[in-house]
T-cell receptor, first 111, second 110 residues
Framework: AQRVTQPEKLLSVFKGAPVELKCNYS??????LFWYVQYSRQRLQLLLR??SRESIKGFTADLNKGETSFHLKKPFAQEEDSAMYYC?????????????FGTGTRLQVFP | DGGITQSPKYLFRKEGQNVTLSCEQN?????MYWYRQDPGQGLRLIYYSQIVNDFQKGDIAEGYSVSREKKESFPLTVTSAQKNPTAFYLC?????????FGPGTRLTVL
């Protein structure tokens, strides 16, 4: 069965420290992986997806098929990064396929 | 102003009553989704629709029903059969693999 695991419920760091939010998945095919973010009082929104290979707001994530991981990283955390982060998996059929979400990790960045 | 709207923002109902949550989008997206968000459990898919007049059950469809009579609208009915309906409900639509979410409706059963 497809599953997305985010082992950390809460991650607390100080401003300027590196951040890594972990995400592991189980899927036998070729998945598409996403990171969604929910800032306080805002809607859930896409942060990045592995096929675009972009860096958004300083965050990057590399799909590691050998380790079935898609960890989200940022070298220097900012206070405005504080939010709830969800890793999600799609079977790659775009538009009409559902996402499987992890349970989320709350990132707290202290000044 | 384009996007997804959900109404109402807060909803209270008594046990045994059915209630319908509204979701409207003007993004011209074919696919729409309903999720339930509970603390510590992330988002769980209730129902989804790939096209008008068609929908499929998600992972936790029991006690819920939907309709998709128009491309723009995908209402969710929480029936009295849903054993634990108090939750935050999110609607989304998608295109090219990216899902766009509404602001959510918080349902409380009294």
């Amino acid at each position: 069965a497809q599953r997305v695991t985010q082992p950390e419920k809460l991650l607390s760091v100080f401003k300027g420290a590196p951040v890594e939010l972990k995400c592991n998945y189980s899927y036998s095919g070729s998945p598409e992986l996403f990171w969604y973010v929910q800032y306080s009082r805002q809607r859930l929104q896409l942060l990045l997806r592995h096929i675009s290979r972009e860096s958004i707001k300083g965050f990057t994530a590399d799909l590691n098929k050998g380790e079935t991981s898609f960890h989200l990283k940022k070298p220097f955390a900012q206070e405005e990064d504080s939010a709830m982060y969800y890793c999600a998996l799609s079977r790659g059929h775009y538009n009409t396929d559902k996402l499987i979400f992890g349970t989320g990790t709350r990132l707290q960045v202290f000044p | 102003d384009g996007g997804i709207t959900q109404s109402p923002k807060y909803l209270f109902r008594k046990e045994g009553q059915n209630v319908t949550l509204s979701c409207e989008q003007n993004l011209n997206h074919d696919a729409m989704y309903w999720y339930r968000q509970d603390p510590g459990q992330g988002l769980r898919l209730i129902y989804y629709s790939q096209i008008v007049n068609d929908f499929q059950k998600g992972d936790i469809a029991e006690g819920y029903s939907v309709s998709r009579e128009k491309k723009e609208s995908f209402p969710l009915t929480v029936t009295s059969a849903q054993k634990n309906p108090t939750a935050f409900y999110l609607c989304a639509s998608s295109i090219h693999g990216e899902q766009f979410f509404g602001p959510g409706t918080r349902l409380t059963v009294l």
